[in-house]
C-alpha cells in the first residue's frame, strides 16, 4: 500500500516539475525587462502596443462568432439527428472528428485552393470574404468539442418527452430549440464554448496563411522580434486558457442543471 | 477447533469501528449466513476474511493455520461479488479457467475442469460467450464457477442475489444451495434479505452495529430471538410493552391488565420489558390452557387472498395476527370487541 | 422512390422536412468547409498544372530533403505520442489507483485540461523562456549544478527541444482520456483476480490492460496526429530551422520556397495518409480488441 502511496507521489512530483517549470520560466522572464528587477514593464509595453490592442480585439470578436455560429450549427443538428435520424449518428460524429485527423494546415490550404480569387466563390479576394472564411475554419476546428459537449448534454436529458410535451403545449420547432432544448444543454454548450474561444484565440496558422492580422500571427511576429514581451504574451494566452477552464469548471460544478445530472 | 476460525476479529476505521470482538466458528462443509442491514460490519467481515481488509486486531484461521497476514492471492479462498465482475474481456470459459491458469495449471486440465464446471452450473453449451452477451442470473452463475475451479478451501459470497430479478433470485439460491452441499464446500453468505438467510444456511450469524448478536440455526433464530433487535429484524414481530411485577412468579402488567407468563423472567420487578409474538403465534378467540387471553377491538383487516391480516388493538400496543381464509366466514368487522390468545410458551420476553 | 414513401402520412411529412431543415447547414458546411477542400487537396495531388492525371507529384515526395522533412515528423510524432502515452498513463494511474488525496486528482485533471489547450505560440514561448539560451532552468542548471546545457549540444531548437516541447500538451491530453478508462477498471475486477491466486502483475496483463488496450490505442494514434498537425509550436519555436512535414507545407503555401503548388498537395495529400494510416490502424486493432465489447 504504501509502495504504490510512493510511487503515485514519485510520479505526480516529476509530472508536476515538468509542468511547472515552463509556467515559471515564463513567468520568471516576462518580469526581467528592466535590468535588475523584477517589473511588469513588459506587460505594459504589450498592453500599450496598439496592434497588440488591435488584433487582440479582432481574435476576442472572432471567437465570439465562431462560438455563436457553432452552437447554431451544431445545437440543431445534435439535437435532429437524436431525435429524428439516429441513423446518421455515426456519420456525424466521423464528420465532427475528422477536424481531430486532418491537420489544420491542409484544411486551409484547401481553403486557399478552393477559394482563391479565381475560383467560383473568391473568398479570399476580398477582406470581407477572407474573415469569413477564417470564421468558417474556425467552426471547423472547433466542431469536434463542441459536437462532442453538446451531444453529451443531450444525452442526460430525455430530449424526445421533453419534445413532445412542448409540441403538446404548442410550441413551434424554433422555440422548442430556444426555449426547451438549449437552457437544458447550456452547461454543455458553454463547456464546449469556453474550449472554443481557448482554442480560436492564439490560434496562428489558418491565421497567417489567410494573411489575416490575429493575435495568434502578432505573437508569431513579437516572438521574432522582441525578447521580453513574447513571455508577457504567452503568461496572458496561459491565463486566457486557465479562466476558459476555470470557468468551464465553475459552470459544471454548479449549475443547479448539473446537481441533477450528478 | 473449527474448519474456519474467527477469532476477536476488529477493524476500525479511523474512530469507527465497525467490526466489534467477532467471534465464529464455522465447520467443515457448513453453510453459514451473515445476516444484518447495510452498514452493520458484514460485509466487512468477509473482505477481512477474504484478504481484502486487513483486521485491526484479531485472527482467522483455516484448519488451524493463522491467515490473517497473508495476502488475498495466498489465501485460496473464492469468492462471488454482487455485481457478478466478470473479467470482460474474457470468455466464460476463460473466466472460468482464470484462477487455473494464474496458478499454472496445465492446459489439459484445465480445459477438462473447466467443462465440469460449466456442466457443474447448467450452462455446457455458453463456454464461448463473452459476459455481455449473458444475463444477469447466468452472469451469477459463471462467476460462482469461476471462484470454484480452483477448488478453494472457502467460498464467500457477497450479496450475490441482491442485483438480480426476484424469480431468479429464488431459483439460484437454491442451486447455489444444490452445488455447495454436492461440492461439500465450506461456506458464508453475505446477505441483508432475512428470506435468504433463513432458507439456505445451516446457521446464521445476524449482526448488527458491528456485532455478532445471535449466531444459530434458522428456526432458533426466528423462533428463539436472544435480542430485540434479531427479533425485529428476522420476520415480522408484534411489540407490546409491559412492566414487570414480580419477576420470580413470571407475572407482568399490560397498561392495567395482569397477565400471568407462568415462567420466571430475568428482569427485575417494576421494570419496563417488551413482549413479542410472531403473527403467525398469535390466534383469534379465547383458547384454553397455557395462553395469555388478551381483550382488544379489531382495528384493521386486510384481505390478502389465502392470508387476512387483522390488527387488533389491546393494551400496551396493536397485535397483528394472520388467520387463513375460510370461505364460510367472512372477516370480522372493524371496531368489534374480540379475544386473541397467545401460547406463554412462545411469547418472548425482550428488554425494553 | 417507392410507393410507401409517397404513402406516408401527410402529417408526417412536415415534421420530417424542418428535421432535414435542422441538419442541413450542417451538411452543407461540413462539405464546403471541411469535406471538398481536403477533397480538392487529396485530387490536385494526382494531377499536374494541366490537370492531367500524374503519379509526378507523389514522386517528388521522395527526394532526399522532403522524406527527411517527413521522417523526422513520424518520429516526432510517434515519439511524442509514446511517451505521452507512457507518462500520461503514470500520472493518471497515480492520481486514480494511487491513493492520492482526492483534491490533487482534481486539481491535475484542471491542470490537464488547460495544458492540453495551451498549444500552439505561447507554449513555444514558455518553453523559450524556460530552457531557451537564458532560460529559467538553463540558468538554474548552470548557476547552480554548473551544468552547461548548451555547451553539452542541448538546444530547444532542436529535435530535442521540439518533443520536449509537444509532450506538455501530449501527456496531459493522455491524461484526460485514460482517466475515464481507469476510472472504469472496476475494484472488484482486481479482487476478484486476487481472490483467484492472480498476482497484481497477472491481473495487469490478463485483464486491466486488455481491458483499456481500445482506449490506449485510440490516445496514441490521436496523440500522433495531434503531433503531425502541430505547426504553430514548431513555427514558433524554431522559426523555420527545423524542417518538418508541416513547415515544409507551410512553406510551400506561403511560396516561400519553390512554388509549385502541386508539390504542395502532395506534402498535404501524405500527411491526411499518415494521419489517416494511423487512425485506420486504431479503429482496425481496436475492433479486434473490443470483441468483448456491446
Avoid at chain 2, 87 to 99: R, S
Amino acid at each position: 500500500m504504501t509502495g504504490k502511496r510512493f510511487w503515485s507521489w514519485l510520479a505526480v512530483t516529476f509530472g508536476g516539475l515538468y509542468f511547472l517549470l515552463p509556467l515559471v520560466g515564463m513567468f520568471d522572464f516576462s518580469m526581467r525587462m528592466q535590468r535588475g528587477a523584477y517589473s511588469f514593464e513588459a506587460y505594459r509595453v504589450v498592453l500599450a502596443d496598439p496592434r497588440f490592442q488591435q488584433t487582440f480585439g479582432y481574435s476576442v470578436v472572432l471567437a465570439l462568432l465562431t462560438i455563436v455560429l457553432g452552437i447554431l450549427i451544431v445545437v440543431p443538428t445534435a439535437y435532429f439527428v437524436r431525435l429524428r435520424f439516429p441513423g446518421l449518428r455515426p456519420i456525424i460524429e466521423f464528420i465532427t472528428l475528422l477536424p481531430l485527423v486532418i491537420p489544420p494546415i491542409v484544411i486551409v490550404f484547401g481553403y486557399i485552393r478552393i477559394y482563391n480569387t479565381s475560383s467560383i466563390l473568391p473568398l479570399t479576394g476580398s477582406w470581407w470574404g477572407t474573415n469569413i472564411l477564417l470564421l468558417f475554419g474556425y467552426v471547423v476546428l472547433s466542431l469536434p468539442y463542441m459536437y462532442r459537449s453538446v451531444d453529451t448534454g443531450l444525452r442526460t436529458i430525455d430530449i424526445a418527452s421533453l419534445t413532445e410535451a412542448a409540441q403538446s403545449l404548442g410550441a413551434g420547432w424554433a422555440r422548442i430549440l430556444t426555449v426547451v432544448i438549449l437552457p437544458n444543454v447550456f452547461v454543455s454548450v458553454l463547456s464546449g464554448a469556453f474550449l472554443t474561444f481557448a482554442i480560436v484565440i492564439g490560434e496562428y496558422v489558418f491565421a497567417a496563411l489567410l494573411n489575416v492580422n490575429s493575435f495568434g500571427p502578432y505573437m508569431v511576429w513579437m516572438g521574432g522580434n522582441r525578447a521580453y514581451e513574447p513571455s508577457a504574451l504567452a503568461v496572458i494566452a496561459f491565463a486566457i486558457t486557465w479562466a476558459c477552464m476555470g470557468l468551464i469548471q465553475l459552470f459544471t460544478r454548479f449549475s443547479i442543471f448539473s446537481i441533477v445530472r450528478r | 477447533m473449527a474448519f474456519l476460525d474467527i477469532q476477536h476479529l476488529e477493524k476500525a476505521f479511523g474512530a469507527m469501528r465497525v467490526v466489534k470482538d467477532f467471534n465464529l466458528g464455522v465447520e467443515k462443509g457448513e453453510f453459514v449466513s451473515f445476516l444484518g442491514p447495510s452498514g452493520c460490519g458484514k460485509t466487512t467481515v468477509l473482505r477481512m476474511v477474504a484478504g481484502f481488509e486487513t483486521p485491526t486486531s484479531g485472527a482467522i484461521c483455516i484448519e488451524g493455520r493463522n491467515i490473517t497476514g497473508l495476502p488475498a492471492n495466498r489465501r485460496n479462498i473464492g469468492m462471488v461479488f454482487q455485481a457478478y465482475a466478470l473479467f470482460p474481456n474474457l470468455t466464460v470459459e476463460e473466466n472460468i479457467g482464470f484462477g487455473l491458469k494464474v496458478a499454472g495449471e496445465g492446459k489439459a486440465a484445465t480445459r477438462s475442469r473447466v467443462g465440469e464446471m460449466l456442466e457443474l452450473i447448467g450452462l455446457p453449451q455458453l463456454g464461448g460467450r463473452y459476459p455481455f452477451q449473458l444475463s444477469g442470473g447466468q452472469q451469477q452463475r459463471v462467476a460462482l464457477a469461476r471462484a470454484l475451479a480452483p477448488r478453494p478451501q472457502v467460498l464467500l459470497l457477497d450479496e450475490p442475489l441482491s442485483a438480480l430479478d426476484a424469480k431468479i433470485r429464488i431459483s439460484l439460491r437454491e442451486e447455489i444451495r444444490r452445488i455447495q452441499r454436492d461440492l461439500g464446500i465450506t461456506t458464508i453468505f453475505v446477505t441483508h434479505d432475512q428470506e435468504e438467510a433463513l432458507s439456505m444456511s445451516d446457521r446464521v450469524v445476524v449482526m448488527h452495529q458491528g456485532i455478532a448478536d445471535q449466531v444459530g440455526t434458522p428456526f432458533e433464530i426466528y423462533n428463539r430471538p436472544t435480542t430485540r433487535f434479531v427479533a425485529q429484524f428476522v420476520g415480522s414481530l408484534n411489540l407490546l410493552d409491559a412492566n414487570v411485577v414480580d419477576a420470580a412468579a413470571g407475572k407482568v402488567l399490560l397498561g392495567d391488565v395482569p397477565v400471568s407468563l407462568n415462567r420466571p423472567l430475568l428482569g427485575r420487578s417494576g421494570e419496563r420489558i417488551s413482549l413479542a409474538a410472531r403473527p403467525e403465534i398469535v390466534t383469534l378467540g379465547r383458547s384454553d390452557g397455557d395462553h395469555v387471553v388478551l381483550a382488544g377491538r379489531i382495528a384493521d383487516v386486510h384481505f390478502l387472498g389465502s392470508v387476512i391480516r387483522i390488527r387488533v388493538a389491546v393494551e400496551g400496543g396493536l397485535l397483528s395476527l394472520d388467520t387463513f381464509n375460510q370461505p364460510d366466514r367472512p372477516p370480522p368487522l372493524l371496531g368489534t370487541p374480540v379475544e386473541v390468545s397467545v401460547s406463554h410458551r412462545d411469547l418472548l420476553v425482550l428488554a425494553a | 422512390m417507392n410507393t410507401s414513401a409517397l404513402s406516408l402520412p401527410a402529417t408526417l411529412r412536415p415534421r420530417q422536412i424542418i428535421s432535414w431543415f435542422g441538419v442541413a447547414p450542417f451538411f452543407l458546411f461540413a462539405l464546403l468547409f471541411l469535406i471538398l477542400p481536403t477533397l480538392n487537396i487529396v485530387v490536385g495531388a494526382f494531377r499536374n498544372a494541366q490537370g492531367q492525371a500524374t503519379l509526378q507529384n507523389l514522386g517528388k515526395l521522395f527526394s532526399p530533403s522532403i522524406q527527411s522533412a517527413f521522417w523526422i515528423s513520424i518520429e516526432l510524432s510517434l515519439l511524442t505520442a509514446v511517451l505521452g502515452c507512457l507518462f500520461g498513463f503514470l500520472i493518471a494511474a497515480a492520481i486514480t489507483l494511487g491513493g492520492l488525496p482526492r483534491p490533487l486528482r482534481n486539481a491535475i485533471l484542471t491542470f490537464s485540461g488547460v495544458a492540453s489547450n495551451f498549444a500552439g505560440v505561447p507554449l513555444a514561448f514558455a518553453f523559450i523562456a524556460t530552457l531557451g539560451r537564458l532560460g529559467f532552468v538553463t540558468m538554474l542548471l548552470r548557476q547552480w549544478f554548473g551544468i552547461n546545457l548548451y555547451g553539452s549540444g542541448f538546444s530547444i531548437v532542436s529535435f530535442l527541444g521540439l518533443a520536449l516541447t509537444y509532450l506538455y500538451f501530449q501527456i496531459p491530453l493522455m491524461v484526460l482520456i485514460i482517466t475515464p478508462a481507469l476510472d472504469g477498471l472496476r475494484r472488484e475486477w482486481r479482487e476478484a483476480a486476487e481472490s483467484l491466486g492472480a498476482s497484481g502483475f497477472q491481473y495487469w496483463r490478463l485483464v486491466a490492460l486488455p481491458v483499456l488496450w481500445p482506449s490506449l490505442l485510440g490516445t496514441l494514434a490521436l496523440l500522433f496526429a495531434n503531433a503531425f498537425g502541430a505547426v504553430a509550436t514548431a513555427i514558433a519555436l524554431t522559426g523555420s530551422s527545423l524542417s518538418i512535414a508541416p513547415i515544409v507545407l507551410f512553406a510551400q503555401i506561403r511560396g516561400d520556397v519553390l512554388n509549385d503548388p502541386h508539390l504542395g498537395y502532395a506534402i498535404a495529400f501524405a500527411m491526411i495518409m499518415l494521419t489517416a494510416i494511423a487512425n485506420g490502424i486504431y479503429i482496425l486493432l481496436r475492433m479486434r480488441a473490443e470483441r468483448w465489447v456491446k
